[in-house]
């Protein structure tokens, strides 16, 4: 156990001190949304139809854009195959690597959607649905993430391929999270919506590191 | 018979004498499906001479599902007990699926305008089966993405099996979602729904793009043992006889 929390530390610690790092991908997700007010009008009522939908669209290309740092940096200085000669399963240090990645990029996300939703009219309920199902759904994002950085990992133009990889199944997680706050909108029936997201985090957290792991074994070999 | 088939020699040996007859088959098959469904089979009552479109669209679908499920079984034996054949027939059968999809979804958009009056709509049915349409192309993209081919055939079969949780979706998004697109009407609990004038044509084009499908997999992956024959025959002259020019090496394979 204690092995996990040193992992989790030293990824924290490397996305801090390198600076920069989780401010990018907050900079990409706040930008992101911003277009699209500029894109489609200032209409407060376009905006307010639209603006969950944007926002899960930005958050899962943040997403995306922050992959490479799960593997690519160890992979690159050989820290990597250290990890997987550790007495940890690798499995493991995907799972302590997937939590500092959320708690990185993920977390942030779910903190800064509330000030977006504002800024695209979301009223107070939508707005709370919205931070709900980032919260409920990024951790399937960082979890499915590492399936595609690790499958990348040493290819040509990883970062393009990892999202023509990632994207497609990260379409339930933005289905459900952007359809919570749509049912929100419309019938109060937001809780089915939310459950099924927690489903997919939920079960994504056994199943994700195993594919991952395997990923990186075949990697490493 | 995986293990015996586990030889390519063999593979290539006992491929070349199934292949002309298969595709012969595969031909026949598919102008007897056709003449049945574009003459005999009757006009629907309601959608008139353009249910047609369905023995077309039907079958791609059925093949789009089964080649991602041999892609994935090919690449889960590739994993496990290392076949040599089963990479090969994972990223052999990986475009024809695409292809499949893509023919799906070309004619379920061209029989979706005269029907529900839209060449598109995003119901669950249609989602998935585009999912599966990326799925295919990331597995290709990844399988060709490496310098080191046994590389990208490794990450590829892992990606494959991560993307089976895409096919009970697909199956079962008419039941789970009231959508546009209509439940099944021929694989379900309680026997099929459609009439026998034309279940039969259906399943007799089916049969035909299951044989096409098969005829079209042996061609390629014959093609691709070929191929690694080629190389490794190139590799070998040009390592033995360094300063010499390299021959034009054309094995022949039956």
Known sequence: M?????LFRRELQLAFRQGGEIGLALGFFVLAVVLFPLGVGPEAEILRRIGAGIIWVAALLAAVLSLDRLFATDY??????????????????VIAKCAAHWATTGLPLVLMSP??????????????????????????????GAIAAALTLGARRPGVLSSLIVLPLYLPILIFGAGAVEAGIASGGARPHLLLLGALSLGALPLAPIAAAAALRQALD | MLTRLANPARFMRISGVVLVPLGLAAVAVLAIGLYLALFVAPPDYQQGESVRIMFVHVPAAWLALFAYLVVAMASALALVWKHPLAEIAAQAAAPLGAAFTFVCLVTGSLWGKP??????????????VLVLFFLYLGYIALANAFDDMARGARAASVLALVGVVNLPIIKFSVDWWNTLHQADSVFRMGGPTIDPSMLWPLLIMGLGYLLLFKTLLLIRMRTALNEAKARALRLAASTRHPAEPVPDATPVLR
């Open chain 1, 2 to 6: 204690t092995q996990y929390l040193h």
């Open chain 1, 76 to 93: 690159a200085d050989g820290g990597l195959d250290l990890l997987a000669l550790s007495a940890m399963p690798l499995e493991g240090a």
């Open chain 1, 115 to 144: 000030f977006l939703g504002l800024l695209v009219g979301l009223d107070g309920v939508s707005i709370a649905l919205l931070a709900l199902g980032l919260l409920l759904g990024t951790p399937a994002l960082s979890l499915l």
């Open chain 2, 115 to 128: 029907m529900w009056g839209t060449w598109w709509a995003w119901d669950a049915r249609m989602t998935s």
